[in-house]
């Protein structure tokens, strides 16, 4: 197996996490960004860089200059970079109305433009030698606009869209770009769940007060019924990057509760996708 220079981003906790130490286990060189790694991640950076094969970065992915110093590291020491895996994101939850335009910033900024700073500036270095494989972990939500759940959607479907054209431009390059969508895992990232900052706003929304709730209590039952485990995402990740190029899927699902659902309706657009690439001209691009 030839080794590859692997970055990728939330390591902190949750996939992130189980994915260095799984895509690093395999003696692929790891570059582990997250933030504040000497301050509030000082414990979970010294442990991920004491791994073998393990690097970390304290890299701001809002942040450009940030981003670029961490590629130019990595070009440097490595010479290149085969795979980027965007893991980093932030959930919020709630009133979709609650949710100022500085929200949607925030979010956007963190769930969308930041993964695209990082495919942007990885991008020539793949292309210049024809191999790469770009991996964007999306959602569930990321298919459907759930209510409780807009803003997040919102920018996960704006991730899908960045991935889901990028991936038939770079291919004839020898670039894969590939998403993942997982449904609900019991991570970190749950217990950090933003609001809508104008919460005046969630008072008029009394009849219908009750329904966060039950979708809590839900995803509580599916936790108990089939225990998912959040190495099933790092395990679909590692998949990717095993499987040869051109061969890769678009997207992979990795939800046992309701994963089902989401698969149907990927392969159900996929085919009036593909009748949209014909109707303008661009068949070529589907092989």
Do not use: C
Request: no cysteine; charged share 20%.
């Amino acid at each position: 197996m030839d080794k590859k220079v692997v970055l990728i981003t939330g390591t902190n906790s949750g996939f992130g996490w189980l994915t260095a130490n799984s895509v690093s286990a395999l003696g692929h060189k790891v570059y582990a960004a997250m933030r504040d790694t000497e301050g509030k991640n000082a414990a979970k950076a010294k442990a991920l860089s004491q791994i073998e094969n393990v690097t970390v970065l304290d890299v701001s992915l809002t942040d450009q200059k940030s981003v670029q110093n961490a590629i130019d590291t990595i070009i440097a020491k490595e010479g290149t970079i085969h795979v980027l895996v965007n893991n980093a994101g932030a959930a919020m939850f709630g009133v979709a109305e609650t949710a100022a335009a500085a929200d949607l910033q925030r979010l956007f900024d963190i769930n969308v433009i930041a993964p695209w700073r990082l495919m942007k500036a990885a991008l020539p270095y793949m292309r210049k030698q024809s191999e790469g494989l770009i991996i964007n972990v999306s959602s569930g939500w990321g298919r459907f606009a759930a209510p409780f759940t807009v803003a997040y959607g919102a920018s996960k479907f704006a991730l899908e869209g960045l991935s889901e054209g990028l991936h038939y431009e770079v291919r004839p390059l020898g670039v894969d770009v590939a998403i993942i969508q997982p449904g609900a895992f019991p991570t970190e990232m749950s217990q950090k769940i933003q609001t809508g900052s104008d919460v005046s706003i969630a008072a008029d929304y009394k009849a219908i007060a009750g329904v966060p709730e039950k979708i809590f209590s839900a995803i509580g039952k599916m936790f108990e019924t089939t225990n998912p485990d959040p190495q099933e995402v790092a395990d679909a990740i590692v998949h990717l990057i095993n499987t040869p190029k051109g061969q890769r899927p678009l997207r992979t699902v990795v939800d046992r509760p309701t994963g089902e659902i989401t698969k149907r309706a990927n392969d159900a657009v996929q085919v009036e996708f593909e009748n949209v690439l014909k109707a303008f001209g661009m068949e070529d691009l589907l092989t």
